[in-house]
């Protein structure tokens, strides 16, 4: 079975500054990770994903993520916060054989505060 | 190339109607995905299909929900007796093949029932 874990539903920080969204997961398969942005009554956009390969994954937006085996985790970083990055974001691991087929965290709510 | 169009975006239903989702995917895809967002909580899995066939519907509630892919047209996810637990936002996704779990999906921006 696989789960996530994110830690914290709501992050705050300062345009500009470092942007930490923390992911842990468990899977009993190999993991294929995703990170999700939502915006107010939009669905859902791909960030990024690991499948296999470098574990430092790099995504839109100037976002990324680094796998961690040893530590089952796969926080999502961003060097300087802007405005329009305030939003939910949501941490997957793949559930299934499906390629859609995800379990997904119960989401982290990031505040940029002017 | 469109992307993932789900309608009616807003429904409105009393208890004990009938409330029916449309998804149709992104061109080429043949998969197809429903979750579940409950307010406040992340998205949860409903069922996953191809044309003509229900491959994983584990996460859909035993009772009054059905989801169908014909061959033309687009995914129907039907909600039988709506309550008030239904009201939600549901989510569509799809994706082009199976075989490689890493591949994207993509999704809709969601049906969102409200149940008075």
């Known amino acids: 079975a696989q789960s996530v874990t994110q830690l914290g539903s709501h992050v705050s920080v300062s345009e500009g500054a470092l942007v930490l969204l923390r992911c842990n997961y468990s899977?009993?398969?190999?993991?294929?990770l995703f990170w999700y942005v939502q915006y107010p009554n939009q669905g859902l956009q791909l960030l990024l994903k690991y499948t296999t390969g470098a574990t430092l994954v790099k995504g839109i937006n100037g976002f990324e993520a680094e796998f961690k085996k040893s530590e089952t985790s796969f926080h999502l970083t961003k060097p300087s916060a802007h405005m329009s990055d305030a939003a939910e974001y949501f941490c997957a691991v793949r559930a299934g054989l499906g390629a859609g087929k995800s379990t997904f965290g119960d989401g982290t709510t990031l505040t940029v505060k002017p | 190339n469109a992307g993932v169009m789900q309608n009616p975006r807003h429904l409105v239903r009393r208890r004990g109607q009938e409330a029916r989702l449309r998804c149709s995917p992104m061109k080429g895809h043949s998969h197809v995905y429903w979750y579940r967002q409950l307010p406040e909580e992340g998205l949860k899995f409903m069922v996953y299909?191809?044309?003509?066939?229900?491959?994983?519907e584990s996460g859909m509630p035993k009772e009054r929900f059905s989801a169908e892919f014909p061959k033309e047209g687009p995914s129907i996810l039907r909600i039988q007796q709506v309550v008030r637990g239904d009201s939600a936002a549901y989510f569509c996704?799809?994706?082009?093949?199976?075989?490689?779990?890493?591949?994207?999906?993509?999704f809709g921006e969601g049906s969102w029932l409200t149940v008075v």
């Open positions: 299909l191809q044309k003509e066939n229900i491959i994983d």
């Open positions: 996704a799809s994706s082009q093949q199976q075989g490689f779990s890493g591949n994207t999906i993509y």
């Open positions: 899977s009993s398969v190999p993991p294929y």
